[in-house]
Nanobody, 129 residues
Framework: QVQLVESGGGLVQAGESLRLSCVAS????????MGWFRQGPGKEREFVAA??????????ADSVNGRFTISRQNGKNTVELWLQMGSLEPADTAVYYC????????????????????WGQGTQVTVSS
């Protein structure tokens, strides 16, 4: 059974940091690209950060570039994905989702929701001013 399980969300004040985690299991995701997306109240799901299968190549949305860092560790039976978030702002308030994308190319990453085949259930991040 494929599962992507996020954790680490919570309520923080503006300027603080938070680290989100995602564990992917149930199939071999070690050669899959992975990413983080978020969905704020009344908004569509939007791209936050992506990483290629090896973890060498990353890409960020302009709104988080320089504040967030995506990373991953490929294990034997699971893949762990993290999103280190710094200098958080109220605009970062959203439900954060991790996803897995089966893309061709050694440096391939997905920036569109349509590219992702599996999603987690989401974790709420709330940033107060």
């Amino acid at each position: 059974q494929v599962q992507l399980v996020e954790s680490g969300g919570g309520l923080v004040q503006a300027g603080e940091s938070l680290r989100l985690s995602c564990v992917a299991s149930g199939r071999d995701f070690t050669d899959w690209a992975m990413g983080w997306f978020r969905q704020g109240p009344g908004k569509e799901r939007e791209f936050v950060a992506a990483i290629n299968w090896s973890g060498v190549v990353t890409h960020y949305a302009d709104s988080v570039n320089g504040r967030f860092t995506i990373s991953r560790q490929n294990g034997k039976n699971t893949v762990e994905l993290w999103l280190q978030m710094g200098s958080l702002e109220p605009a970062d308030t959203a439900v954060y989702y991790c996803g897995a994308a089966d893309l061709l190319g050694d440096q391939a990453m997905g920036v569109f929701t349509e590219e992702y085949e599996y999603w987690g259930q989401g974790t709420q991040v709330t940033v107060s001013s």
